[in-house]
Nanobody, 129 residues
Framework: QVQLVESGGGLVQAGGSLRLSCAASGRTFRSYAMGWFRQAPGKEREFVAVINWSGGSTYYADSVKGRFTISRDNNKNTVYLQMNSLKAEDTAVYYC??????????????????????WGQGTQVTVSS
């Protein structure tokens, strides 16, 4: 079992920055990949980024590449999403998720929601234009 709790969401102006955090407990954190997804009202859940167990392999959605950075601190059992140059279209509920079956290299397969075994409750990010 893995429990995930997101934090760091809020209201920010377009062009601003936010850093989301996701604290994990339960299964050994350094043994699995972690991802971020988001869901805007009336839309399907969308992949944002994923990171492997060590932080040495990452994969991003094209829509956030160059603006968002995923990272992790295995000593703190936490994964982060640094979001810069935010746009109104980034407004959504952001979820972190654990893929306990993937440890090493992450690829496009890790962009698929059904690859993930555990999900957090989400944190709201609102970008005003």
């Amino acid at each position: 079992q893995v429990q995930l709790v997101e934090s760091g969401g809020g209201l920010v102006q377009a062009g601003g920055s936010l850093r989301l955090s996701c604290a994990a407990s339960g299964r050994t954190f350094r043994s699995y990949a972690m991802g971020w997804f988001r869901q805007a009202p009336g839309k399907e859940r969308e992949f944002v980024a994923v990171i492997n167990w060590s932080g040495g392999s990452t994969y991003y959605a094209d829509s956030v590449k160059g603006r968002f950075t995923i990272s992790r601190d295995n000593n703190k059992n936490t994964v982060y999403l640094q979001m810069n140059s935010l746009k109104a279209e980034d407004t959504a509920v952001y979820y972190c998720a654990a893929d306990v079956h993937t440890a090493s290299t992450v690829t496009w397969r890790n962009a698929l929601p059904y690859e993930y075994d555990y999900w957090g409750q989400g944190t709201q990010v609102t970008v005003s234009s």
